[in-house]
């Protein structure tokens, strides 16, 4: 099976721009998650798409939205990008359903806002 | 408010020997664990989870035991190989469909032939 795939790998954009990163789940998968990766901060979750509807939420500002198509691919966006959102942005799927289920993550997009 | 943490930056260990990370957590919801090894410019590995209901889970090398009542869970790695050098990160959930983890910041294990 393959695995999580993430397009593009790198970015680089100025601030106030907008970025769009798309995530393709293992096949299968009806979960993806979005975290963003930083030095300081660590992975912290973004949110989380299950059936084309947002399931779970985490604590950033609107400036951050996603999507997910009725193949289970997501996008995530980001619109007015501050230097602060520079960070390796990882998605992650999972089957879904109603247990716990491991999450298996793709390669990253290194976003860089200069 | 870091709800998993992991209080050691970074690990040396001799090849051969055991390598012990360790992870402590905040919220008592939390009900399933896992561990994820990370290489750079790639995405986390899955290594090895355990629920609440259980105490230890063994996956050949890869050991993790969770305390519940001290709110700690450790990964035993045994024998240590120089492939395993890596950061590797815990992360915790509160189960039930949840799909948000809450990770730790990473031990960065050295495994020193």
């Known amino acids: 099976k393959a695995g999580v795939t993430q397009t593009p790998r790198y970015l680089i954009k100025t601030r106030g721009q907008q970025v769009t990163l798309s995530c393709s789940p293992i096949s299968g998968h009806r979960s993806v998650s979005w975290y963003q990766q930083t030095p300081g901060q660590g992975l912290q979750f973004l949110f989380e798409?299950?059936?084309?509807?947002?399931?779970n939420k985490g604590n950033f500002p609107g400036r951050f939205s996603g999507r997910q198509f009725s193949n289970s691919r997501s996008e995530m966006n980001v619109s007015t990008l501050e230097l602060g959102d520079s960070a390796l942005y990882l998605c992650?799927?999972?089957?879904?359903?109603?247990?716990?289920?491991?999450?298996?993550f793709g390669p990253g997009t290194r976003l860089t806002v200069l | 408010d870091q709800q998993v943490k992991q209080n050691s930056p970074s690990l040396s260990v001799q090849e051969g020997r055991i390598s012990i990370l360790n992870c402590d957590y905040t919220n008592s919801m939390f009900d399933y664990f896992l561990w994820y090894k990370k290489y750079p410019a790639e995405g986390p590995t899955f290594l090895i989870s355990i629920s609440s209901i259980k105490d230890k889970n063994e996956d050949g090398r890869f050991t993790v035991f969770l305390n519940k009542s001290a709110k700690h869970l450790s990964l035993h790695i045994v024998p240590s190989q120089p492939g395993d050098s890596a950061v590797y990160f815990c992360a915790a959930t509160e189960g039930t469909g949840a799909n948000n983890l809450f990770f730790g910041t990473g031990t960065r294990l050295t495994v020193i032939p």
């Open positions: 798409y299950f059936s084309e509807t947002q399931r």
């Open positions: 992650a799927s999972s089957p879904g359903g109603g247990a716990v289920n491991t999450q298996y």
